[in-house]
């Protein structure tokens, strides 16, 4: 059975809420991209990379089954940690799903009030890209 967008998406919130401060949440999302399945060298592609990313975030994506999974990797820890929270919520997903999610999850975690204008500008630019690959994905199954 999978887990829907919405219920990865309160499990992220709750996991945030144990958090006292922002240093404890920031380490939290370095352990998540350290623990990221990395994405096949093959992939390290300049097309691979998310635009509007102050360091560098690559992204692939594949349908398996009906559903999109994500792999990734970025060059920064904090943006590594960020990637692996969207690949967390949006990979094994169907495309239909994605593009209709919302992610209000990152607002009530205060994950974008707590980035520099430039890293919050990258994390839309994530979440732009992963809806994209979910709508190139989706017109093909149609």
């Known amino acids: 059975m999978t887990v829907t967008i919405q219920e990865i998406q309160n ?4 996991e945030f809420s144990m958090f006292d401060d922002w240093e404890e949440r920031y380490q939290y999302m370095i352990d998540l991209g350290k623990e990221l399945p990395l994405i096949d060298d093959q992939y390290k592609t300049d097309s691979n990379l998310i635009k509007g990313c102050q360091s ?4 692939h994506a594949e349908m398996r089954d009906d559903k999109i999974c994500f792999t990734a990797d970025s060059d920064a820890i904090i943006t ?3 990637i692996a929270i969207l690949i967390r919520v949006f990979s094994d997903q169907h495309p239909k799903d994605i593009i209709d999610s919302d992610t209000s999850f990152i607002d009530k975690i205060g994950l974008k009030e707590h980035l520099s204008p430039t890293r919050a500008n990258g994390l839309v630019s994530m979440v732009k890209q992963l809806k994209m690959y979910a709508i190139a994905y989706q017109t093909q199954l149609n």
């Open 11 to 14: 499990e992220i919130i709750d």
């Open 56 to 59: 560098k975030v690559w992204v």
């Open 80 to 82: 590594k940690g960020i």
